[in-house]
């Protein structure tokens, strides 16, 4: 087993708080840990070469990144010794067992697509990941955030790149636990963008700790394959479903959770599919790539490997080292 329990500290009494940076982003007071007859300890992964502990953890400044159903993310800095994600699982009932099996699959995941996860903590009322920190942000946040005076749009080169390190990314992913480990959320604003602008994806090995998602969340997300809403079981089949998504997001620039037409339950694949059978293929994609030249081919190359991964029969959809391929010969970047 390749996680490695370099401290494992004593039993946290009393309670354990972050101040934020930023004061209106703060939840109303504290958060606060306490562990009842359950002993909280921090398992690293991958060595030796960490110079905090969970007393330094919480005890540093930390800028809250997101808020969703079940889980808190923030960006801590731990003095000047690392900067890092910590997701903060909120009201999530699961048992040690499962939870620590989840965290070592994940930990023993070692790849530049995909984000690292470098420690967990676990106790009866508070669980916490600690992931790598990616200063670009996630892909969400660059095709729809807000640009500002300074913002540049993503070229066509850059989309490509992101692309192809996102799918190496998830088909990684899907190689663990002998072939069988399922991501479950991918979507934009998991697939953080590193230095090289390539993709990474986020996030994984939550699905079965969130599996009580509410069914309006996973059909007002966008993301999720049909058979999602009705099984209510990801599957390797619906990743690549999410990730076509993901492609289709790129090439249009368009938010797949936004309405996309006046049937407002027509979300980005199917207002795709209707827009290409009426052959105005063009309308789809982003005014900022229709203002680049002889990118027209590999545009509509990138189209057909998205709609590919969103076909509504499973079946149907290409494995993900399929679609990795497919992506690769649109144009080999280095």
Same mark, same amino acid.
Not at 13 to 22: A, I, M, Q, V
Not at 64 to 75: C, E, P, R, S
Not at 236 to 241: E, K, R, W
Not at 299 to 327: N, S
């Given at each position: 087993?390749?996680?490695?329990?370099?401290?494992?500290?004593?039993?946290?009494?009393?309670?354990?708080?972050?101040?934020?940076?930023?004061?209106? *982003?703060s939840?109303?007071?504290?958060w606060?840990?306490?562990?009842?007859?359950?002993?909280?300890?921090?398992?690293f992964?991958g060595?030796?070469?960490?110079?905090?502990?969970?007393?330094?953890?919480?005890?540093?400044?930390?800028?809250?990144?997101?808020?969703?159903?079940?889980?808190?993310?923030?960006?801590?800095?731990?003095e000047?010794?690392?900067?890092?994600?910590?997701?903060?699982?909120?009201?999530?009932?699961?048992?040690?067992?499962?939870?620590?099996?989840?965290?070592?699959?994940?930990?023993?995941?070692?790849?530049?697509?995909v984000?690292?996860?470098?420690?967990?903590?676990?106790?009866?009322?508070?669980?916490?990941?600690?992931?790598?920190?990616?200063?670009?942000?996630? *892909?969400?946040?660059?095709?729809?955030?807000?640009?500002?005076?300074?913002?540049v749009?993503?070229?066509?080169?850059?989309r490509?790149?992101?692309?192809?390190?996102?799918?190496?990314? *998830?088909?990684?992913?899907?190689?663990?636990?002998?072939?069988?480990?399922?991501?479950?959320?991918i979507?934009?604003?998991?697939?953080?963008?590193?230095?090289?602008?390539?993709?990474?994806?986020?996030?994984?090995?939550?699905?079965?700790?969130?599996?009580?998602?509410?069914?309006?969340?996973?059909?007002?997300?966008?993301?999720?394959?049909p058979?999602?809403?009705?099984?209510?079981?990801?599957?390797?089949?619906?990743?690549?479903?999410?990730?076509?998504?993901?492609?289709?997001?790129?090439?249009?620039?368009?938010?797949?959770?936004s309405?996309?037409?006046?049937?407002?339950?027509?979300?980005?694949?199917?207002?795709?599919?209707?827009?290409?059978?009426?052959?105005?293929?063009?309308?789809?994609?982003?005014?900022?790539?229709?203002?680049?030249?002889?990118?027209?081919?590999?545009?509509?190359e990138?189209?057909?490997?998205?709609?590919?991964?969103?076909?509504?029969?499973?079946?149907d959809?290409?494995?993900?080292?399929?679609?990795?391929?497919?992506?690769?010969?649109?144009?080999?970047?280095?």
């Amino acid at each position: 087993m390749m996680a490695c329990f370099l401290r494992k500290k004593r039993c946290m009494k009393g309670k354990l708080s972050w101040k934020s940076k930023k004061r209106d *982003l703060s939840p109303s007071g504290n958060w606060a840990l306490e562990d009842d007859d359950v002993e909280g300890k921090i398992v690293f992964f991958g060595g030796s070469n960490y110079t905090f502990d969970l007393d330094d953890l919480l005890a540093s400044s930390a800028e809250i990144l997101g808020k969703g159903v079940f889980a808190t993310t923030y960006k801590v800095a731990v003095e000047d010794t690392a900067t890092v994600v910590v997701k903060r699982f909120e009201e999530v009932v699961v048992g040690r067992r499962e939870f620590e099996q989840q965290m070592e699959i994940v930990g023993r995941i070692r790849h530049d697509n995909v984000a690292e996860l470098k420690a967990y903590y676990y106790s009866k009322n508070d669980k916490l990941a600690v992931y790598s920190y990616y200063s670009q942000g996630n *892909l969400f946040k660059m095709l729809h955030g807000d640009k500002g005076e300074n913002g540049v749009p993503l070229d066509w080169e850059s989309r490509l790149r992101i692309a192809i390190g996102a799918a190496r990314g *998830l088909a990684i992913i899907h190689e663990a636990d002998g072939g069988k480990f399922v991501h479950g959320n991918i979507k934009s604003s998991n697939i953080f963008i590193d230095s090289q602008c390539n993709g990474c994806i986020c996030d994984l090995g939550l699905t079965l700790i969130m599996r009580s998602l509410p069914q309006t969340n996973l059909r007002s997300s966008g993301y999720h394959a049909p058979e999602i809403t009705d099984t209510r079981k990801s599957t390797q089949f619906s990743d690549v479903y999410s990730f076509g998504v993901v492609l289709l997001e790129l090439l249009t620039g368009k938010s797949p959770a936004s309405p996309l037409s006046r049937e407002e339950d027509m979300d980005l694949a199917s207002w795709i599919r209707s827009v290409v059978s009426e052959e105005w293929t063009g309308e789809v994609f982003d005014i900022e790539l229709m203002r680049q030249m002889g990118i027209d081919e590999e545009m509509v190359e990138m189209l057909q490997i998205g709609l590919a991964c969103v076909a509504l029969k499973p079946q149907d959809r290409p494995h993900i080292t399929h679609v990795v391929k497919m992506i690769q010969d649109i144009r080999t970047i280095e």
